[in-house]
């Protein structure tokens, strides 16, 4: 092959490389549109916001921060609440809601009931710290949670009276004899069925109180009030069933008690056999669950008294049956 025809297509070759050369480099140079580009990068963000929220949930939840002062280092917790940087007790969030809220914050997120510190349980709290209102071993804000509470705070321990001497041979004469109190058996519903209680009646207590052993063996249902527990019952008459009455009752623990220190002698019940007793066994020491109060007694008096003999004993009629209150 002659050279000019050599050279002629090494000419051709290469215009044609610098051609493609010269296309690619235009491509990549062409600018892509600006909505297209706000458009990916739009989508790019929205791919990673959830992992993004999630990194910097977890970093707020278990960051720590060192703070020294007067050449004591203090490691803090973030707000558990609210994730900021700040105490529990300081949180404006803790501080606007009720007992119960704050309560459930402070389980929640584990921190000591006594001090609000994060960095102990509450069984192992050693701050000397105590509760402004009541002293008790807990924080100040969380002052009247009924789960905090105690049948003995706030109240004075008798000195228990010696059993070796009756009450009776240290009251004077005149007072020194037996004492009827009226007692009834009522019947108490829980689940559909009906349970015989001993009762006593009580028209200078307020509101009708239950023993909490009763309500625990029954699983009766408990709503908090304050620093009370309260239980909603309904009561019935073991000699009216037309009889019913609701009433909430307080749980206590001074329920049950004995009427008496021993059984009375029965001999009065022969004064009042034509009468349908509330209690048939008023004169025996078994304990009482409830105690009705002026809630309940203005619903269960009826008309009639009975006073025999020098009425000494007294008859009442109520709807749970004949009450007897006196002196034997």
């Known amino acids: 092959m002659a050279p000019t025809t050599i050279k002629t297509l090494n000419a051709r070759r290469n215009s044609l490389t610098s051609t493609i050369r010269s ?85 929640k997120y584990r921190y000591c009931v006594n001090c609000l510190a994060r960095s102990h349980k509450t069984e192992e709290c050693t701050s000397k710290n105590r509760c402004s209102t009541c002293n008790g071993k807990h924080h100040t804000s969380l002052h009247g949670h009924p789960r905090l509470y105690t049948e003995n705070e706030g109240k004075i321990v008798e000195k228990p009276v010696s059993q070796k001497h009756p009450i009776e041979t240290r009251l004077p004469s005149l007072l020194a004899k037996q004492m009827l109190i009226p007692t009834t058996i009522i019947r108490l519903k829980c689940d559909g069925m009906w349970h015989k209680v001993r009762a006593l009646l009580n028209p200078t207590l307020k509101i009708t109180n239950i023993a909490a052993e009763l309500v625990k063996k029954l699983k009766l249902p408990i709503t908090y009030l304050n620093t009370y527990r ?68 203005p619903h269960i008096i009826r008309s009639g008294l009975f006073t025999p003999d020098n009425g000494t004993v007294v008859a009442q009629n109520t709807a749970f049956g004949w009450t007897l209150t006196g002196t034997l």
Request: charged residues 25%.
């Open 23 to 107: 296309h690619s480099v235009t491509r990549s140079i062409t600018p892509t549109p600006e909505n297209e580009t706000m458009s990916r990068r739009i989508r790019r963000f929205q791919t990673t916001l959830p992992t993004i929220r999630e990194e910097n949930e977890n970093y707020h939840h278990k960051t720590r921060k060192t703070i020294t002062h007067r050449g004591i280092t203090h490691r803090h917790v973030a707000c558990g609440l609210c994730k900021k940087d700040h105490r529990l007790a300081t949180c404006t969030m803790y501080l606007s809601v009720n007992i119960y809220k704050k309560y459930e914050v402070v389980i």
């Open 230 to 297: 309260i239980c909603n019952i309904q009561i019935g008459s073991i000699n009216d069933d037309k009889f019913r009455s609701e009433c909430h009752s307080i749980i206590t623990q001074q329920l049950p008690k004995k009427p008496y220190e021993q059984d009375l002698s029965d001999d009065v019940q022969t004064r009042f056999d034509h009468l349908v007793l509330a209690d048939p066994h008023f004169y025996t020491n078994r304990e009482m669950m409830i105690e009705i109060g002026a809630d309940v007694y």
